[in-house]
């Protein structure tokens, strides 16, 4: 008599399914990949998207600012001329400022950068959504002739009474353009990696480990913000693959935080020109004064690259340079003008000029870095300067640089009530006060840089140096 036996499958009458290590590791990897890259996808569009928006923000809150600061003076003198200039300036200075107003306390538009809007009683938006308060700067998302509008309403104070208000529109698409470009890149870059994923989850658990694990340490650099090490690629298989496109991967989403930082880089220039505008119109108050403070910039940049600072420190001085008088924007004519000598309270007005530039720069936070050298350049070595009283390295390096080379070109400038000395003359004049109201060391230095100069008593020599 014969027996069969039958395996255990054939006993229950089927064959038991037993899935392999390959379909095992589809079905534990893939959906793990999936949500990793999807997580890291999204976080970074988010961190991309609120970087490219608060930029935007603190752009138009900046310029708002700064055409409600340059404003003041003009609006309260019925200066009509000027206000044009400002708002049409201040419109050509970007691509994407679609207008500036500005409008007096009874909502009619006083200066417009379009000519036809000048003179209407101000409407407001079809639809506005608040984006928030930036101290006295308000953020709306507004609709506007069929638009969609970024406004930033600014107003405009004079010995602290309300006398106006600046408005700014910038439009949307660059913001819009700026966050579809990133995402599309990112959408394909992770649809790639997740179609190699599917690829790499094929090979041994032994294989597999040592990659997955490269690949985690490289998204959490990339989504850390630390220095980013492109993951070695370790063979020409799938995980290979798999390597080289997250790879890519890190290196499109390093390029749009390049884009971004470039992005942010012309928005600084733009800026930096906003900045030389007003600096340019605040000397070009006083007729003897005109391009005064671009003078001293370019004379405090070159004794900066002689005493060795480098390219970015002199980026941040020839900033200040451009700031330190900013404050005489809230100086009266009447003073700032007079050709005799000034009174005494006229002279402690004229004395409050560092101080009101330091309360200006403290509206924009971006500007807080000059604040102390803006403050501090009518400060002497020996502490008998003003607002302060500081002395020796208590004084910002910068501001020392400063105070040094304004009261050179101070002496060099002619005015009403006499005449320039020449170069020879005020480096004379400046080493009268070494040790007392200037650093003995930057003395030394600007004088050596003055005898450098070819034929110091010439124009010609003005024009290289200045």
């Not at 700064?66 to 001329?81: E, K, T, W």
């Not at 800026?271 to 004064?289: E, F, H, K, L």
């Not at 170069?423 to 004049?429: I, K, Q, R, S, Y």
């Amino acid at each position: 008599m014969r027996y069969t036996i039958r395996k255990p499958e054939e006993r229950n009458g089927r064959r038991r399914f037993s899935p392999g290590i390959r379909l095992k590791l589809i079905l534990f990897l893939l959906p793990l990949v999936f949500l990793l890259v999807v997580s890291v996808a999204v976080a970074v569009m988010k961190i991309t998207d609120s970087a490219i928006r608060r930029d935007l923000l603190q752009r138009g809150v900046a310029i708002s600012r700064v055409v409600a600061f340059s404003a003041g003076y003009s609006l309260l003198s019925g200066d009509r001329l000027a206000l044009d200039s400002l708002t049409a300036e201040t419109r050509n200075s970007a691509s994407d400022i679609e207008f500036v107003a500005i409008r007096d306390t009874g909502n009619v538009i006083l200066a417009h950068s379009r000519v036809d809007e000048r003179g209407k009683e101000y409407k407001p938006p079809d639809r506005s959504i608040s984006l928030g308060t930036f101290l006295e700067t308000e953020a709306d998302e507004v609709s506007r002739e069929g638009r969609d509008r970024i406004e930033f309403t600014t107003p405009i104070l004079f010995a602290g009474k309300r006398v106006g208000t600046a408005l700014v529109a910038l439009s949307k698409e660059s913001l819009i353009s700026a966050q579809r470009s990133v995402e599309r890149s990112i959408a394909i870059a992770a649809s790639v990696l997740l179609g190699v994923a599917l690829l790499g989850t094929l090979v041994l658990a032994s294989l597999i480990t040592t990659p997955v694990k490269r690949l985690s340490s490289g998204v959490n650099e990339l989504a850390g913000g630390e220095t980013f090490h492109p993951i070695p690629v370790r063979g020409g298989d799938e995980l290979g693959e798999l390597t080289r496109n997250f790879n890519r991967m890190a290196e499109t989403i390093l390029a749009q935080q390049n884009r971004l930082s470039k992005y942010a880089k012309e928005l600084e220039e733009a800026y930096v020109g906003m900045v030389r505008v007003i600096a340019a119109s605040i000397d070009a108050r006083d007729p003897y004064t005109a391009g005064h403070s671009a003078r001293v910039a370019r004379i405090s940049c070159e004794l900066g690259r002689r005493l060795g600072f480098p390219t970015e420190e002199l980026d941040h001085l020839e900033k200040a340079c451009l700031f330190h008088d900013v404050g005489k924007i809230r100086t009266p004519d009447d003073i700032l003008l007079k050709k005799q000598s000034l009174s005494h309270p006229e002279f402690e007005e004229m004395q409050s000029h560092p101080h009101d530039g330091a309360e200006i720069l403290k509206m924009a936070p971006s500007l807080h870095r000059y604040i102390p050298v803006v403050r501090a350049h009518h400060e002497w070595y020996n502490g008998s300067g003003y607002p302060d009283g500081k002395r020796e390295s208590e004084i910002p390096i910068h501001a020392q640089i400063i105070a040094l080379v304004d009261a050179f070109d101070a002496m060099t400038t002619t005015r009403p009530y006499r005449k320039g000395l020449s170069p020879g003359e005020a480096v004379e004049e400046i080493l009268r006060y070494r040790g007392t109201q200037f650093s003995p060391m930057l003395t030394d230095a600007f004088v050596r840089m003055v005898k450098d100069m070819p034929t110091p008593e010439t124009e010609e020599w003005k024009g290289v140096a200045l």
